[in-house]
Nanobody, 122 residues
Framework: QVQLVESGGGLVQPGGSLRLSCAASGFTLDYYAIGWFRQAPGKEREGVSC????????YIANSVKGRFTISRDSAKNTVYLQMNSLKPEDTAVYYC???????????????WGQGTQVTVSS
């Protein structure tokens, strides 16, 4: 069984913070580049941030640059997305995914989690 599970979503006020987690089951996450994507209703799924297998390469979308940080913890087989200074336009379902090469293109990813809802509202 191969599975990715996101957690940490919820309701937060503008300017607040959340930390999303992506935990792997059935495989070692260190073997994969990991990407975070998000999708709002009626919109295309877009890349937010991704991290290479070695964690030496990261990409981040311009819309979240300076506010979001991606990291990984090998011991916990988990990748995190720290989200600070959240804005209403960050509201979306957030997905983590695993790929053989680091990329911001969703077509490159082989495994996907179920998604976690992030709502930024006052």
């Amino acid at each position: 069984q191969v599975q990715l599970v996101e957690s940490g979503g919820g309701l937060v006020q503008p300017g607040g913070s959340l930390r999303l987690s992506c935990a792997a089951s059935g495989f070692t996450l260190d073997y994969y580049a990991i990407g975070w994507f998000r999708q709002a209703p009626g919109k295309e799924r877009e890349g937010v941030s991704c991290i290479s297998r070695s964690a030496e390469i990261t990409y981040i979308a311009n819309s979240v640059k300076g506010r979001f940080t991606i990291s990984r913890d090998s011991a916990k087989n988990t990748v995190y997305l720290q989200m600070n200074s959240l804005k209403p336009e960050d509201t979306a379902v957030y997905y983590c995914a695993a790929a053989g090469i680091v990329s911001m293109r969703k077509e490159q990813y082989d495994y996907w989690g179920q998604g976690t809802q992030v709502t930024v509202s006052s």
